[in-house]
């Protein structure tokens, strides 16, 4: 039944509702209008800022509609962790077993053995598995309890269930993972700010987000905006996916937050799926260089 009495429009989308709401260009203080890109059959832009280069929806779901979308049992599937063990996923080899190896090795390239890195947003924590097992003090933050029960009852990592804004560690970090969290959230720049907040002088940040220069998503868009694809422009992912970001987005969002970028990449599904050869590792170098998949990986440092 939708609610009554409501200011805001309230708007159903597949097994999620919500209450809709306009907004603007989350990253640059004073916006400049935006350039229509699409118009989604249910009435929602995706927009872009000619200023920092950012493709976001508007009007998106209010933040208490957004918080609503992850404690459904239908966002993750939780029989993947019956009779779960580090060893037996180890043996898998799946695309999760490898994504979060890459980060762990990601991560090491800027911090040694010791030190002590959040996984914000970490859900069920496998990085936090991988990063214990490979020298480093990780623990994660996440606000939902279902994902938080796995993670701490099932792969017996250090998680806390709180808001970001909320967390009082004993201590500060060398380094932040913020991993395909930044598309989701109704103010990134406020979340990277209050990252900021629990990192050392000069600790890292690490964040993957989706990449609209990438090959798949440029024809996808491409296809959509002329009408050779009727599929809406799904590939933006709304309403879980608010934003599309590239190298010049990225720039100015850690800028905004205290941050200076100073690498970016870019992961194949080959990558991901653990594959190697000759030919096979040429694409993936290739791809990693040129940031073309459909997500982007930004390192970015703390002012002081």
């Keep these: 039944m939708t609610p009554k009495n409501h200011e805001k429009p309230f708007k159903v989308f597949g097994n999620f509702s919500g209450f809709l709401e306009e907004t603007a260009c989350p990253i640059c203080p004073s916006p400049p209008n935006p350039k229509l890109v699409f118009k989604k059959s249910e009435g929602i832009n995706i927009l872009l800022c000619p200023q920092c280069g950012v493709i976001y929806a508007s009007p998106r779901f209010d933040e208490p509609s957004l918080l609503g979308?992850?404690?459904?049992?239908?966002?993750?599937?939780?029989?993947?962790?019956?009779?779960?063990?580090?060893?037996?996923?180890?043996?898998?080899?799946?695309?999760?077993?490898?994504?979060?190896?890459?980060?762990?090795?990601?991560?090491k390239r800027y911090l040694q053995d010791g030190q002590a890195v959040l996984d914000v947003s970490c859900g069920t924590g496998e990085f936090i598995a991988v990063a214990?097992?490979?020298?480093?003090?990780?623990?994660?933050?996440?606000?939902?309890?279902m994902l938080?029960?796995?993670?701490?009852n099932i792969l017996n990592v250090p998680v806390h269930q709180v808001d970001v804004k909320d967390f009082r560690p004993s201590r500060r970090f060398h380094g932040i993972i913020i991993w395909d969290v930044l598309e989701h959230l109704y103010d990134?720049?406020?979340?990277?700010?209050?990252?900021?907040?629990?990192?050392?002088?000069?600790?890292?940040?690490?964040?993957?987000?989706?990449?609209?220069?990438g090959i798949s998503n440029r024809l996808k868009s491409f296809a959509c905006r002329t009408g050779l694809s009727k599929n809406d422009y799904g590939?933006?992912?709304?309403?879980?996916?608010?934003?599309?970001?590239?190298k010049q987005s990225l720039t100015h969002l850690v800028r905004a937050a205290g941050f200076n970028a100073i690498h970016f990449e870019s992961w194949s599904h080959l990558l991901k799926d653990g594959k190697s050869g000759f030919l096979t590792d040429m694409v993936?170098?290739?791809v990693k260089k040129y940031c073309i998949s459909d997500y982007i990986i930004i390192v970015a440092q703390k002012h002081s």
């Design 132 to 145: 214990r097992r490979n020298q480093l003090e990780a623990e994660g933050i996440d606000n939902s309890k």
């Design 188 to 213: 990134p720049v406020q979340m990277l700010k209050d990252c900021a907040t629990l990192l050392e002088p000069k600790g890292f940040l690490f964040a993957q987000v989706p990449n609209r220069h």
């Design 235 to 246: 590939h933006f992912g709304f309403p879980y996916h608010l934003y599309f970001f590239d």
């Design 69 to 107: 979308i992850y404690e459904k049992e239908a966002f993750s599937d939780m029989s993947l962790y019956n009779d779960w063990s580090y060893d037996a996923w180890q043996q898998s080899k799946t695309r999760g077993w490898f994504g979060s190896n890459l980060k762990v090795q990601l991560v």
């Design 284 to 286: 993936i170098s290739f």
């Design 148 to 152: 938080t029960d796995v993670a701490k």
